[in-house]
């Protein structure tokens, strides 16, 4: 079964509650297997079966919900252009009905000072506190700039749910309707002995200063997808093809793969490809987190949106499109962003019963203080205030929000994070395993030993590192890539031989028939294995072992024929990190499939004293697992194919992003520089995270915690406090607002290697 992803731009969701009922919806389409709803971007990741439903499908459910949906498209400059204007229209809306809201506001507030503080005022005009001059200023503010909140609360009462529109509405509309009573009928409070006072200034205000909340809190969170269009911003407009011997300037989208593209100084590298002529320094820091430029020459690879500094060159396009790695690299981050983090989970649980809650709540407080005081106004104002400021906002805003600025900062560190629960585990990480080959060392060895069992001076010398070429040539270890290298190097530049039955055994080296000679190259366990006798050369091979260079032994027609010594140069970042590792209290392990005297001698080098060595691939991952059993969570970072089973089994994958794609598939986080530092700089993000979303929760829950019992009059009894139903509203207008620059902080965030 092909499940396919797709993310939706969702529109008319004012707090976490809608989320919920949006994410609800959805998820009871049939065909819909997961569905995750993001408050702070307003999007959904739907992933579904083709087969069983489409998005208009959904789009259509959620439209049923009384919200609506369409396809965010990836990449593609029109429609974020589009999006982007809309959020502007959005933004402008708002900005004119705060403009207006406040006005009028501030009219009401001065109108009703008389009448607040019992005090005769004579600068202020009689007509600004007669009720039906209220009445009158407050109806565009009702009907206009309040009509968000009635329209969202009668379609969630359709959908036979509540939300913050439910609540704002409920709690304006009774002190509205409570003001109406006292103005067309103030009979019926003066015949039982109340002043029929009116607060329609408290309506108008509350509905000002939420509106002013959710323009700031617009205005935020946009700043928190700012890693998403900086990364967008890098793609070239136009690229610069050769066609028909001349260079011509085409739309990037109109660049295919092959073409031949020319790539002057200062400016964006167009797409990926190859370079095949010239050389330059080229800038990849806003992808790869790396600020020194690096060099390319003929047959370096480039990356697409990355800067070129100095000199032309020209490279042939490979990827293009949605298969560029800035793309893909965008729809990582985007779908990091829309993931929801374990921790999520108990603030969505008390979304869920929150709103019907504090309806109760509100109920309940009515019917107290009418029932212990007789005073429909005391009973009215605390309900008003209980409705107003009890917002689930804050709860829903607490965790995406840091999410979202988290990856999008480790996006900018070239730390692309593919979930939010990888992010959240990574701060508990334990044990923390290192592959050898390509992860501590550079991954380009070479050889540095050769010997025949009659003396390098042999004359059939070349004629075996032919035949060991030639099987060598068919692997995709790094190992062989060296063989061949050195077998070129010393005048076989000529094609090598054919080579049949070609068989690599994992773990222990690969085979083939060279002419009608049975050619074996691998490691001294598999000579063993074969019976072939060894002894003439293990000392020599134990000498090299102790070098750490590893030894490949090379048997022809079953008899040991040479030996080749190979050393791969450590990375110049592994020592520091294996340093920082240790210093937070993390245990380093090195995990390898190369020879134990190797291993361990490169162990020695880079500070690992736990080496587990001569591993076959379809072992890792029941090394992963042992030390799982001891009780640790485990992260394994490895960079070739034969990691990819140890990188899913492990709590948290990491992998090189300079290695191969199923490696790069299988992990949680990927390093795109391949710097072992930035794992370090993964795990402090992931602790800044998880540090950031508790404070948020902690805000949000405090806010709800301490507000609903002030807002329903605890304190009156004993201090003669009431929360003013206006005070309620700028309280919770503003608790969003906090949660959300407090998760802004967070791209301050610059990782500190010397822990």
């Not at 009702?142 to 329209?151: L, S, T």
């Not at 509405?169 to 103005?183: H, K, M």
């Not at 921790?343 to 019963?353: F, G, H, P, S």
């Not at 270890?477 to 010393?490: C, E, G, K, W």
Request: with cysteine.
């Amino acid at each position: 079964m092909t499940m396919e992803t797709a993310n939706l731009q969702l529109k008319g969701m004012g707090c976490a509650a809608c989320a919920a009922s949006i994410e609800g919806a959805i998820q009871g389409v049939r065909g819909v297997r997961e569905c995750h709803v993001n408050f702070a971007m307003s999007q959904a990741t739907v992933k579904y079966n083709p087969q069983e439903t489409n998005l208009q499908t959904i789009g259509q459910a959620v439209t049923e919900a009384g919200y609506s949906a369409f396809p965010l498209q990836e990449m593609d400059g029109v429609a974020q252009d589009a999006q982007k204007r809309a959020q502007q229209a959005e933004q402008k809306e708002l900005t004119r009905k705060v403009l207006w809201g406040g006005i009028i506001s501030m009219l009401l507030v001065v109108g009703s000072l008389p009448a607040m503080t019992g005090l005769g005022l004579p600068f202020i005009p009689t007509w600004m506190h007669n009720a039906w001059v209220q009445l009158l200023l407050s109806i565009p503010v009702m009907v206009w700039c309040g009509k968000g909140f009635f329209v969202g609360a009668w379609k969630a009462c359709k959908g036979r749910t509540a939300d913050m529109n439910t609540l704002v509405a409920l709690g304006t509309g009774a002190a509205y309707l409570y003001s109406l009573l006292a103005t067309f009928f103030p009979s019926l409070f003066l015949d039982r002995g109340l002043q029929p006072e009116v607060y329609y200034e408290a309506a108008v205000v509350i509905i000002s200063l939420i509106l002013l909340g959710r323009l700031l809190e617009s205005r935020a969170k946009g700043q928190t997808s700012e890693a998403i269009r900086k990364l967008m911003g890098l793609q070239a407009k136009t690229a610069r093809v050769m066609r028909n011997g001349e260079s011509v300037e085409i739309p990037i989208q109109e660049v295919v793969v092959g073409d031949i593209v020319v790539v002057h100084p200062g400016e964006k590298i167009p797409v990926d490809g190859e370079v095949i002529a010239g050389t330059s320094q080229v800038d990849e820091s806003m992808v790869t987190g790396e600020p020194i430029p690096v060099t390319k020459k003929p047959g370096d690879e480039a990356i697409g949106g990355t800067i070129n500094k100095t000199g032309s060159f020209q490279l042939r396009a490979s990827r293009v499109g949605k298969d560029t790695v800035l793309t893909q690299i965008v729809k990582l981050v985007r779908e990091a962003q829309g993931s929801k983090a374990p921790i999520q989970q108990l603030a969505d649980r008390i979304t869920a019963w929150f709103v019907p809650a504090v309806m109760a709540i509100a109920i309940g407080t009515f019917v107290i203080w009418f029932n212990v005081t007789g005073n429909f106004t005391l009973a009215t104002i605390t309900t008003v205030s209980v409705l107003i400021i009890a917002c689930p906002c804050a709860l829903g805003l607490a965790t995406p929000t840091s999410i979202m600025v988290g990856t999008g900062k480790g996006a900018e560190n070239g730390i692309l994070i593919k979930g939010a629960d990888s992010l959240e585990l990574a701060h508990k990480i334990q044990a923390i395993v290192l592959d050898k080959t390509g992860t501590i060392t550079e991954g380009k060895p070479s050889v540095t030993n050769y010997v025949t069992v009659k003396g390098t001076a042999d004359s059939n010398e070349i004629k075996l590192l032919s035949l060991a070429a030639a099987v060598e040539q068919n692997s995709e270890h790094p190992l062989a890539a060296a063989v061949v290298q050195y077998a070129r190097s010393q005048g076989g530049t000529g094609p090598l031989p054919k080579v049949q039955n070609f068989a690599a055994i994992p773990g222990m080296g690969v085979q083939g028939i060279v002419g009608d000679r049975l050619v074996q190259i691998g490691t001294q366990r598999w000579m063993d294995d074969l019976s072939i006798d060894t002894k003439s050369l293990a000392s020599m091979g134990e000498d090299w072992e102790a070098q750490a260079k590893t030894t490949a032994w090379i048997a022809v027609d079953k008899e040991l024929a040479g030996l080749v010594g190979i050393a791969d140069a450590l990375k110049p970042s592994s020592t520091e990190a294996v340093k920082a590792l240790k210093r937070m209290k993390l245990e380093v392990v090195m995990l390898t499939g190369d020879n134990r005297k190797t291993a361990e001698a490169i162990g020695r080098e880079v500070g690992i004293t736990r080496v587990i060595a001569q591993v076959r691939p379809d072992q890792k991952a029941a090394q992963i697992k042992a030390l799982q059993a001891e009780g640790k969570i485990v992260a394994m970072v490895g960079d070739g194919i034969n990691d990819a089973p140890a990188l899913a089994q492990a709590d948290v994958g990491i992998a090189i992003g300079t290695g191969t794609d199923v490696a790069i598939a299988a992990s949680d986080i990927t390093l795109i520089s391949g710097d072992l530092r930035s794992i370090i700089a993964a795990i402090q993000l992931s602790h800044a995270t998880m540090k950031n979303i508790r404070q948020n929760l902690f805000f949000a829950y405090i806010y709800n915690v301490s507000g609903i019992p002030i807002a329903a009059g605890i304190l009156y009894p004993f201090f003669g406090w009431l929360l003013n139903p206006v005070i309620a509203g700028a309280a919770m207008a503003f608790s969003s607002v906090s949660v959300v620059t407090n998760a802004l902080r967070l791209r301050k965030f610059q990782p500190k290697i010397n822990v």
